[in-house]
């Protein structure tokens, strides 16, 4: 049961190293879009998989590990989309307007 364990850490290791490969040269935000969509998708028929399956609670805090990971590069990657918009929106400096208010009469 070991070794099948470390092949598996081993092959887990290798996909991490592949896919931040594949993340360095992602150049567009429609391929990080797709990427991130893509592991959405991969977790969600993670918990599909789980919920009709008897899975050890191991394999389930695993899979929950990876939901959370997909979830905080998804913030992520809203983060640089929200911060290359802020680079393309013309800058406009806050006007300040006095505002008069005045008490309605009893």
């Known amino acids: 049961m070991s070794g099948r364990r470390e092949r598996g850490k081993e092959a887990a290791k290798r996909l ?4 931040e490969e594949i993340v360095s040269e992602v150049t567009t935000k429609e391929t990080m879009t797709h990427f991130v969509n ?19 609670e191991e ?9 959370k990971e997909v979830l905080l590069a998804a913030r992520s ?27 309605k009469s009893k």
């Open 59 to 67: 394999t389930k805090v695993r899979i929950h590990m990876a939901e």
């Open 77 to 103: 990657f809203i983060d640089a989309v929200l911060v290359e918009l802020e680079k393309e929106m013309p800058q406009k400096r806050a006007e300040l307007k006095r505002v008069e208010i005045k008490r």
């Open 38 to 56: 893509a592991g959405m998708d991969v977790v969600q028929a993670a918990n599909s998989a789980l919920k009709h399956m008897e899975v050890p």
């Open 16 to 19: 991490e190293r592949h896919l």
